[in-house]
């Protein structure tokens, strides 16, 4: 019976543990899945009439669903991506 219970228990904490691994994965991968401002090219005035505040991607007032940090509304990236 206590030998039952030794096994529940280490059970238990494995699948506990590679839970908690799991997630902590998940999270890593959706935090780097963001470009940073270098990579996307980003530059904090509008390419001719293009600015993100016209991008589908811009999220108001200064973030972006695709680049990391702040952005500015009258900034652009090559990520622009203009709504149909």
């Not at 096994?7 to 699948?15: D, E, F, P, Y």
């Not at 691994?21 to 390419?47: G, V």
């Amino acid at each position: 019976m206590a030998a039952q219970r030794t096994r529940r228990k280490i059970l238990s904490a494995a699948v506990a543990g590679a839970s908690t691994a799991l997630f902590s994965r998940l999270a890593q991968a959706q935090a780097s899945d963001k470009m940073t401002l270098a990579q996307a090219e980003y530059q904090d005035h509008p390419n001719g009439i293009y600015s993100c505040g016209m991008c589908t991607l811009f999220v108001a007032p200064k973030a972006c669903k695709v680049v990391e940090g702040e952005v500015s509304r009258d900034g652009w990236c090559k990520a622009f991506a203009l709504a149909d």
